[in-house]
Structures are given as structure tokens and as C-alpha cells.
């Protein structure tokens, strides 16, 4: 190693014990849909405390919406911010592209420092969490960042705050010991990656735009280059009411979308993985045991070729309806409330994941594993600005399941090898 990469990796090592307390802390804000603010302060608050000045700022509805990306939602985004900071390049005749000049956190629309005059890097990631319930199948408090042996649990730990720490925690060292870097360094956290992906789709909005990003997501160490089109689907059957004391005389929705269920399911099983896939994550419907419930909507998560997601799913429940007289004449309806992720991929020739490779090689040997994904990232969100963005994390555990965990050695391995990407990027 340079004297360069010992410094570094040095500057890593030696915030460790304090990188591991802060992870456990931030597990514990519950920052659940709506509740991010607690963990988002947590986080502008280190940023602050590494001479940058953080900005949070509210997604704004009304200057995003209509644009290709935004998901509408009906829920409110006020108190609920993303966080950047910059870590400024250095200009052509020398001097910084502008420091922090020690306001601190901010509460606007700054999207920070200008840019330096080499290659910019974003790092990105998401503060939200799925829910714990039930949270009487953990073994303890899923809010607790309890460690134990060197797996450090709670709901988020891998997914991901493991990663947003570990990118922390890389910034962190190569500030500490004293880098010049010639391109910008963008720290981004931000809020519904979880469920519609508008948090990173803010927060690129009106960005510098980036010549790489890494995501540090629950990867396993390895670096993800592609994936599907996800999409929530909200399907609703309609019944037609009568006393539940004369059966015929009513259709009852609940049954009838437990039928629905079972074909749509047969049919994905008879696509194969290649083409879609279907989990039914919630089910609605009637609200009183000796009534009739006239509607029943269920939901489901599904994944499907990157192109005509939406026409394929409609056409699925058309087929799966065919069979039941009733939904042939009443035909469910379809929604889309939450996900209309676009599938994404990257080159793996692209300059940034052969300076990641090279990182991964350096600090853990070998080459980098890349895979596809399954499911989906904010990584879209740079590749809709044709920005190159690789997905590369920690190991861990259980994620969205009860007793969800992170090997925290492979948050430092993370936390090296990033601090390598950013000096070998950047500098």
C-alpha cells in the first residue's frame, strides 16, 4: 500500500469502535413511512460534525409532481426530509469549492457546494425502514441495535443502514486524514426508497450531476448491476349485498378474492421466475362477521420484465377473472399505489464499477461478484439522469423478517473499501 491507502485505511480503522455505537443509535430511531425525521437528524448532525453543512430539505410535491418518476401519494412529506452534504473539490487554481462555514445544519433548498474540478461521486442511501410487526416474533426489542458476537440486530440494520453508516464512516476517514480530492463528494440520505422511490428521485432532481454513485445496499458484498420493474398492484373485487342469512342472494368480495388470488398465482407460478413474480403483501376487506363485505382489495408486490409491466399484470387478472361468472360481468379494479419502479442495469465495463472492482480487489481480494437483483434500488433514480450508479453493501440477515442483522466486519470491509473508491475516484 501507498503511504496514501495506509493513512486511509488507518483513519477507517481507528473510528471504528465509535462508527459501530453510532450504527447501533441509529437503528434505533424507528424511522418507519412518515417517521424518518429522528434518523435524518441523526445523520446531519455527523455530517456537521465532519466540518460539512448539511442541508434538509422536504420533498416538494408540487415542483415534482407530473415529472417521469414521481409516484403520486396522498400522504403528506412535510417534517419528513431528505439529508445532503457536499465534500468539496478542489478548483482548477487550487482553492475549495466552498467549505462549510460552520452555519451547520440547514433547512432549505441549498444543494451544496459547487463543483471541483475533478470526478464527482454520490453516495447514496435510503434512512427508511419496513415495519417489525409483528414484533412478537423477534427474539428482543427490534428497535434495540443490540449486538451480539459481531452481528449487530434491529429493524434497518442491513436494510440499510448498515451501508449509510459505512459510507459515513468512509467520508468520515478520508476527511480525517486530510485527502485532497479534486471531484465533489455527495452524501445523500433520503426517505421511501422502501415504497415509491420519490425521496432519491427528490433529491436528483435539480443535483449536480454525478459521474459515479455507489449505494451501499444489503448486497452481501456483492455488487448488484441490474434490475427488474416492480410494482405494487392494488387489486379490488366488488360484491352485491343481501342478509347473510340467505346465502345466494349475495356475492361475498372477501371469497371471491381469495379465488382471484389463488389463479393470479397459478398463473405467475406457470410464467417462471424469467417473467414475474407475485406476493400478495395485504388483503382488506369487510369489517363486520355478520355482514357481507361488499369490497375486498389486496395488494401485491410483483416483479416483472422491464418493459409493458403494467399491460402484462392487467391482462393477468383479465385471465384470472375469466373462470368466475361474477368477475367476468364485474371486473376487479386495478390501482397502483406505491411502486412503478423502472427495471435498471448498468455496463459492468463502466468506469465506476471497474474503480469499485479495483477498491473490492485491494481491501477484500478477488474479484467483485455482480449479480442480478431480484428486486429494485434507487439506483433507477440516477440511471433515468444517465448517471453510472453500482449497488455494493455489507452482509447481514433476515432482511424485511424478524431478527434482521449485520455483520458489522463487513460494514468496515465496506466502510475500507469505499474510502479507497473515494480516494481513487476522486483524487
Not at 417489525?132 to 434495540?144: H, L, Q, V
Not at 455527495?186 to 443535483?207: L, P
Not at 480487489?361 to 448517471?387: K, N, Q, W
Amino acid at each position: 500500500m501507498s503511504d496514501l491507502e495506509q493513512r486511509v485505511d488507518a483513519a477507517v480503522e481507528s473510528r471504528r469502535d465509535d462508527a459501530e455505537e453510532f450504527l447501533a443509535r441509529l437503528v434505533a430511531a424507528p424511522t418507519v413511512l412518515g417517521r424518518e425525521r429522528s434518523g435524518q437528524l441523526l445523520v446531519a448532525r455527523r455530517l456537521k460534525a465532519m466540518g460539512l453543512a448539511p442541508v434538509l430539505r422536504d420533498i416538494e410535491t408540487d415542483r415534482l409532481r407530473g415529472q417521469r418518476g414521481w409516484v403520486p401519494v396522498g400522504r403528506s412529506y412535510v417534517g419528513r426530509p431528505n439529508v445532503t452534504a457536499t465534500h468539496p473539490g478542489i478548483l482548477n487554481g487550487g482553492a475549495g469549492a466552498g467549505h462549510a462555514d460552520g452555519s451547520g445544519i440547514t433547512d432549505g433548498s441549498s444543494s451544496g457546494a459547487g463543483r471541483g474540478a475533478g470526478r464527482s461521486l454520490v453516495l447514496n442511501g435510503h434512512i427508511d425502514v419496513v415495519s417489525p410487526e409483528p414484533a412478537g416474533w423477534w427474539s428482543r426489542d427490534p428497535w434495540s441495535g443490540h449486538v451480539d458476537g459481531r452481528r449487530l440486530y434491529g429493524r434497518g440494520s442491513w436494510d440499510m443502514k448498515g451501508g449509510l453508516v459505512a459510507a459515513l464512516w468512509a467520508l468520515e476517514a478520508v476527511s480525517a486524514a486530510d485527502v485532497p480530492l479534486r471531484g465533489d463528494v455527495r452524501f445523500e440520505s433520503v426517505i421511501e426508497e422502501e415504497c415509491t422511490g420519490n425521496g432519491a428521485f427528490a433529491a436528483r432532481f435539480d443535483a449536480p450531476h454525478a459521474d459515479g454513485v455507489v449505494i451501499p445496499e444489503c448486497t452481501g458484498l456483492e455488487a448488484f448491476v441490474s434490475t427488474p420493474a416492480v410494482l405494487w398492484v392494488q387489486v379490488t373485487v366488488r360484491g352485491r349485498s343481501a342478509y347473510v342469512g340467505h346465502p345466494g342472494a349475495y356475492v361475498n368480495a372477501v371469497e371471491h378474492a381469495a379465488e382471484l388470488i389463488g389463479r393470479l398465482r397459478e398463473i405467475a407460478a406457470g410464467r417462471g421466475a424469467e417473467h414475474l413474480t407475485l406476493s400478495v403483501g395485504t388483503i382488506q376487506g369487510g369489517d363486520w362477521p355478520s355482514t357481507v363485505p361488499l369490497e375486498c382489495a389486496f395488494v401485491c408486490r410483483v416483479s416483472a420484465p422491464r418493459e409493458g409491466a403494467k399491460q402484462q399484470i392487467e391482462d393477468w387478472v383479465t385471465a384470472a377473472s375469466e373462470p368466475d361468472p361474477w368477475l367476468r360481468e364485474h371486473a376487479p379494479g386495478i390501482d397502483y399505489p406505491g411502486f412503478q419502479a423502472e427495471g435498471w442495469s448498468i455496463n459492468p465495463s463502466s468506469p465506476i464499477v471497474a474503480a469499485l472492482a479495483e477498491a473490492h480487489s485491494t481491501v477484500i481480494g478477488g474479484s467483485l461478484p455482480m449479480v442480478h437483483f431480484p428486486g429494485t434500488t434507487d439506483a433507477r433514480a440516477f440511471g433515468a439522469r444517465g448517471e453510472p450508479a453500482i449497488v455494493f453493501g455489507p452482509a447481514g440477515g433476515n432482511q424485511h423478517a424478524p431478527d434482521e442483522y449485520v455483520d458489522l466486519d463487513s460494514v468496515l470491509l465496506v466502510a475500507r473499501v469505499l474510502a479507497r473508491l473515494i480516494v481513487g475516484w476522486c483524487a
